[in-house]
DNA sequence: TGCATTCTTGCGGTCACTGCAATCTTTCAC
DNA sequence: GTGAAAGATTGCAGTGACCGCAAGAATGCA
């Protein structure tokens, strides 16, 4: 696990992360309707239907660290106490990885301009993260505190829109704002129902 | 506008229902996968051409009515006293569409069904929804007590999160629970910043 | 009845995506 | 080092959603 686990397996991760790299380069450049699979994969040198060994579909291409992302949030979420509101270990958990936002910032944002113009992308990105959301809610209906499984599924949910927004906001408005900050600022003014209104 | 608005109107609703009706039907009996648009035009004999002038998407059939209800949540919001505050408005808003589901029970099942099914169509209706989310988030940045369009957002994406919960679990536990009555119990607990946690 | 408007339809085409079977490469056992 | 097993790449042929266009049919109105 240390050193690479095979070429094989080394080749395959490189040349995925050139396709992924290639085709994020030709939908900033033609736009993501006008770049063809066929045309990423001739920059890529590879054969069209190889594309498809490698991504199952052309919108997966924008969305490749949505799984890693969901596992990271998991692993916070189950690295948080037992005994800890399952709120708070939510707001620390999403604030956790809002951290790593800032690293990526550039790809991200990227990203996100696809998303604004290519409805099957943002609707496929709203797909997985209702998969975040079931998955998210699985472990927090195993928390003592939240016997509900409505329950689970609604702070799931709550929470996921809150980072929608942090993500959006950062993203959307000047860089002197900080993901962690804005997720903080979310979680808050849900955690307290919003009771200045 | 109280006598029928001329024949051809008529006829391209008529029409337009038939297509829908007999869509669903077939989507219930074959799935919606196996269901080409082809055959859908057939057994509605029309040209296959035609169909796309009545919907845009194949996915569209099983969320025609969207726009509707979207409709009905922003007339029901727009008529709260302005000086009710957000939260509330919001929550008699959405108690108010979710009194029309149970007379649309059967409609609605079917239709959630397929989307359990075929992700493009679950993933199309969260598209759907977020547009809700901003038009929504649009009218409750209009309210005094709302000044940020940050708070704003976030109040419509939770407002929908409980309303996706609220249909979720009406349409698959039984039939002892009631829509505006589980709508209530979702406002209830984020309102109350989910504060028995 | 005749004309303008609007629908319907067929045709040809694009593009994402798939199953299959052949070929080539890497791995690994010997 | 060789050869066989396992895995990856590729081409081919096909399906199905969806689109632009232009011709032909239906409709509404004068």
Redesign the interface.
């Known amino acids: 696990m240390a050193t690479p686990p095979g070429l094989r397996e080394r080749k395959k991760l490189q040349r995925r992360k050139l396709i992924e790299d290639t085709a994020l380069e030709l939908f900033a450049r033609e736009g993501f309707d006008a770049t063809t699979v066929e045309t990423i994969a001739a920059a890529c040198d590879i054969a069209p239907r190889t594309f498809f060994s490698y991504f199952a579909t052309k919108d997966d291409l924008v969305l490749t660290d949505y799984a890693d992302r969901l596992q990271r949030i998991l692993d916070a979420f189950a690295a948080r106490p037992a005994d800890e509101?399952?709120?708070e270990a939510l707001q620390r958990s999403f604030e956790a990885i809002a951290a790593d936002y800032e690293s990526e910032a550039d790809s991200l944002r990227a990203r996100f301009a696809i998303m604004a113009t290519a409805?099957?992308v943002?609707?496929?990105s709203?797909?997985l993260q209702?998969g975040w959301e079931f998955a998210l809610a699985e472990r927090l209906a195993e928390r003592a505190?939240?016997a509900d499984d409505?329950?689970a599924?609604?702070?799931a949910?709550?929470a996921?829109?809150?980072m929608?927004?942090a993500l959006?906001?950062w993203l959307t408005s000047g860089t002197d704002s900080h993901p962690p900050e804005?997720m903080r600022?979310?979680f808050s003014?849900?955690?307290?129902?919003?009771?200045?209104?």
Not at 189 to 197: C, E, P, R, T, V
């Open positions: 509101p399952a709120w409805p099957s943002r609707a496929r709203l797909e209702l505190d939240v409505t329950v599924r609604l702070l949910g709550t996921l829109a809150i929608r927004g959006r906001q804005l600022r979310g003014l849900a955690g307290n129902g919003f009771d200045h209104l």
